[in-house]
Structure formats: structure tokens, C-alpha cells
């Protein structure tokens, strides 16, 4: 069964027609083709997946698309502006927060949403906020730095 629904992703506007027992992950990285928000366990736990949806970090492999019709939607894609890095992408990159990149997007994602809300993070407000946010290679001592420098 499918379902038609509009989406605004990255600031453009997305008529979609959707199966109904499709995540916002599979419309994103299947239907729209934007492949930096990643699948890892598809289950909730890893946070590979985690866009921002109307303004909150969220795991988007747990969301039916079909929910989220008419939501405002921001993927890793839209994060730098006219090829420029945001400050946190760059400092990630600087601070050798990145090694293989796959946990990257999401965690860029939720650094976002916690700065919009808190500019100035304490290390252990930046450990909380990325818990969710699983890295196999930095050991999260370079990405937190990282964050934690952008403010
Ligand atoms: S792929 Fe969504 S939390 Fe792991
Ligand atoms: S940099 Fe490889 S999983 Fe985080």
C-alpha cells in the first residue's frame, strides 16, 4: 500500500508516493537518493540514520515516512552552505574527529540540533547528546573536542 505525502528536505519541497511500511530512511536514501544519512543497524541504536526533523535529532530508520507528511526535513546534504563546511563539520575534519566517516553525518546531526539548543555545552553535555551516536574508530575523545570547540 502507498501513500502520497509532501516532505520539504534540505529546503526543497518533495511530492513523494511512499509505501506505507517505509522509514524515513529508506524515502531518504532510496526515493531522493541522498545516501549520507546511513544505515548501520537499522533498529534505533547506532544513530547512523540520525536527521533532523522539524528542528529535533532523530533516528530516522525508526520513523514511518507516512507520519512525517508535511515535516521539514535536514539531512547531512543540507548542512554545508555554497561548499562551505559548517564550523562543526570543519572542526570534526581539523580535530581528527572523522576517521572512516561512517558515523559522521549522524553525528553531526545531533551536534546541530544540541548547539541550537545550548551554544555552550559542557563535555559532559556533548558526551550525553552523542551517546546515542556509536563510533567504531575515534574512541570519541577527538569528537567531542571537536564539538566542544565550536562555540
Ligand atoms: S541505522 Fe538508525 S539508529 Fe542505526
Ligand atoms: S569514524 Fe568510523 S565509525 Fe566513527
Do not use: W
Amino acid at each position: 500500500m502507498k501513500k502520497a505525502i509532501t516532505l520539504t528536505v534540505n529546503g526543497d519541497r518533495r511530492e513523494l508516493y511512499v509505501a506505507t511500511h517505509h522509514s524515513l530512511l529508506d524515502v531518504i536514501r532510496n526515493e531522493l537518493g541522498l545516501m549520507g544519512t546511513h544505515r548501520g543497524c537499522d533498529t534505533g541504536n547506532c544513530g547512523a540514520c540520525t536527521i533532523q526533523v522539524d528542528g529535533l535529532a532523530m533516528n530516522a530508520c525508526l520513523l514511518l515516512a507516512v507520519d512525517y507528511d508535511g515535516s521539514d526535513i535536514l539531512t547531512i546534504e543540507g548542512v554545508a552552505q555554497e561548499g562551505a563546511l559548517h564550523p562543526v563539520q570543519r572542526a570534526l575534519v581539523e580535530k581528527g574527529g572523522i576517521q572512516c566517516g561512517f558515523c559522521t553525518p549522524g553525528m553531526v546531526m545531533n551536534a546541530l540540533a544540541l548547539l541550537a539548543d545550548d551554544p555552550h555545552p559542557t563535555e559532559a553535555d556533548i558526551r550525553a547528546r552523542l551517546s546515542g551516536n556509536l563510533c567504531r574508530c575515534t574512541g570519541y575523545a577527538k569528537i567531542v573536542e571537536a564539538v566542544g570547540s565550536v562555540q
